[in-house]
C-alpha cells in the first residue's frame, strides 16, 4: 500500500505515501465511477479504499504529475528493501494485490488500471511468488556487513499472510486471530472466491504467500486499543499497583471481570471501522448501564464489544463460503486466558493459543527457510516449528447467553447510525 517513488540517479522524488494517508478520497470516487465497483473488484479482489496505492497514484497524477513522469522506479516497501539488498526490483503477490494495481487472475500488473494514472508496468517491480530467491546482496553492501555475498534474499509477503503462515493456517477451515492494538481473522482458502457477499463486506481476495491458497482479512480497527483507552483514563491506581508489584497492569484489569456474561453491550467503534463497513465516522455505544453496575462489568463489556464485531465478520465469512472451525490466536491479547475465553464463548469455535509471540516474523523466516533450501516444504516447518500451547472451547451456557446478547448486536449500528450521523453534523 505504502510507496515511495525513485528517480533515474536512485534518488526519491517525494515523501512516501503511506497507508493512512487518506488525501485521495476524490481519486477513489473518480475511479470507481469510471470503472464500477464491480470491474474494479474483479481484476483487484479488493474494495476501493484511500489506503491502496493505485488511488495515491492517481493523486500524484492529478496534483504532482512532474514525479511521475520522472519516476524510473515505483517501490512499494518491501520491494525498496529488496532493492536495496540485491538491485533486483521484485515484489510477492500478496504484496502487489495490496496495491490495487495487481490482476489478482493473471498475477500480473493490471495495464488497464495502470493506462488511468499514466503508469507503465515497467516502473514496477516484478511480481513473483512468496517464498523466490530475489537474488544476492550486493557484494559491496554484503563486504559492509560482514556477511558471505552469497547470502540470498527471499520474497516474503503481507504481514497478514505472513501472521497466518507463522501460526499453521496452510489449509481451509482454520484462521489467524490476531489480538493487539487491532483485531484480524485471517483464513485461507483453496478457491478463488469472489463474490458479492465478500465484496460487499469489504473482504479482499489475495494470494496467500502459501502456494496455491487464497486469503482474506476481516479486521477491526479498535481492538486492544479499547482496553487501552481505559487503563489510561480509568487505570491510575492498577497503573501505580502495577509500577510497585511489578506486575502487568491488564492482568490487574481483568482480574476485577466477572466470570458469567454482562448485561451490556458496546458498540465498539471508538475508531473508524474495518470489515464489514468502512466507515469513517461511525458511532459507539454503550448500553445497558445502570447503577448497579460495577467497575469489572465495564471492562469485561469492553472485550465483549470487541469480540462481537469480530463474530460478525467471521458469521459472514462463513455466508460468503469460507467456514471458519478453529482460529489460531496471537498478539498481545492471546497471553490473556480469560479473553481467550470470552473470544472461544462468543465465537462458538475453539480458540487455540500458541507457542508462537511473533507469528509474521516466523512466518517471514519460514519462507526464507524454504526458499533457500534449508526446510524441504511449508508443511514440513510448519509442523516442525508451529504448536498449540492450549485449546480454549467454548463453554456451553455462556455460549448460550452470548448467541441471545449477539442477536441484539447484530441490529445495532443500523439501528445507532442516524443517530451517530446526526451528532456528527452538530460537531
Request: glycine share 10%; with cysteine; proline share 5%.
Amino acid at each position: 500500500e505504502s510507496f515511495t517513488v525513485v528517480g533515474a540517479d536512485g534518488e526519491f522524488l517525494c515523501n512516501g505515501m503511506i497507508t493512512s494517508d487518506t488525501r485521495a478520497q476524490a481519486q477513489v470516487n473518480e475511479l470507481t465511477g469510471r470503472f464500477g465497483l464491480q470491474e474494479l473488484y474483479q481484476i483487484t479482489g479488493h474494495s476501493p479504499h484511500t489506503m491502496f496505492t493505485l488511488f495515491k497514484l492517481a493523486w500524484l497524477r492529478e496534483n504532482r504529475p512532474a514525479i511521475l513522469d520522472q519516476a524510473a522506479r515505483i517501490l512499494c516497501y518491501g520491494d525498496l528493501l529488496g532493492y536495496e539488498l540485491t538491485g533486483e526490483a521484485a515484489i510477492d503477490y500478496s504484496l502487489a494485490a495490496r496495491t490495487m494495481c495487481f490482476d489478482i487472475r493473471r498475477k500480473n500488473w493490471s495495464e488497464r488500471i495502470l493506462a488511468e494514472v499514466g503508469v507503465q508496468p515497467s516502473v514496477l517491480s516484478c511480481p513473483v511468488p512468496s517464498g523466490q530467491v530475489i537474488g544476492a546482496l550486493r557484494p559491496a553492501l554484503a563486504r559492509e556487513l560482514g556477511l558471505s555475498s552469497r547470502v540470498a534474499v527471499v520474497a516474503g509477503g503481507h504481514d497478514q499472510p505472513c501472521g497466518a503462515l507463522g501460526s499453521g493456517v496452510i489449509g481451509p477451515g482454520v484462521a489467524m486471530y490476531a489480538t493487539g492494538t487491532v483485531e484480524c481473522i485471517s483464513p485461507a482458502f483453496d478457491t478463488l472466491l469472489l463474490n458479492d457477499t465478500l465484496r460487499d463486506a469489504n473482504l479482499a481476495t489475495y494470494s496467500h504467500v502459501v502456494p496455491g491458497l487464497y486469503f482474506t482479512v476481516a479486521f477491526s480497527l479498535t481492538g486492544g486499543n479499547l482496553l487501552r483507552w481505559f487503563r489510561d483514563e480509568f487505570g491510575q491506581e492498577e497503573m501505580r499497583l502495577a509500577r510497585e508489584s511489578g506486575q502487568d497492569v491488564y492482568d490487574l484489569l481483568l482480574a476485577q471481570i466477572p466470570a458469567e456474561p454482562t448485561s451490556l453491550l458496546v458498540l465498539p467503534h471508538f475508531t473508524p471501522t474495518g470489515t464489514p463497513y468502512f466507515d469513517v465516522s461511525p458511532v459507539s455505544a454503550i448500553l445497558g448501564l445502570s447503577l448497579s453496575t460495577h467497575r469489572g462489568q465495564f471492562i469485561k463489556a469492553l472485550l465483549e464489544g470487541v469480540t462481537y464485531e469480530m463474530r460478525l465478520n467471521l458469521d459472514i465469512l462463513a455466508e460468503a463460503g469460507v467456514p471458519v472451525g478453529e482460529l489460531r490466536a496471537i498478539g498481545g491479547g492471546a497471553k490473556s486466558e480469560a479473553w481467550m475465553q470470552i473470544k472461544a464463548d462468543i465465537m462458538g469455535v475453539p480458540i487455540v493459543s500458541l507457542n508462537v509471540s511473533e507469528a509474521a516474523c516466523l512466518g517471514a523466516a519460514l519462507l526464507a527457510a524454504v526458499g533457500s533450501g534449508a526446510i524441504a516444504s511449508i508443511p514440513a516447518a510448519t509442523t516442525e516449528w508451529v504448536h498449540p500451547r492450549r485449546v480454549f472451547d467454548p463453554a456451553p451456557a455462556n455460549a448460550m447467553r452470548y448467541s441471545e446478547r449477539y442477536s441484539v448486536y447484530r441490529r445495532l449500528y443500523d439501528t445507532l447510525k442516524p443517530i451517530g450521523q446526526e451528532l456528527n453534523r452538530l460537531t
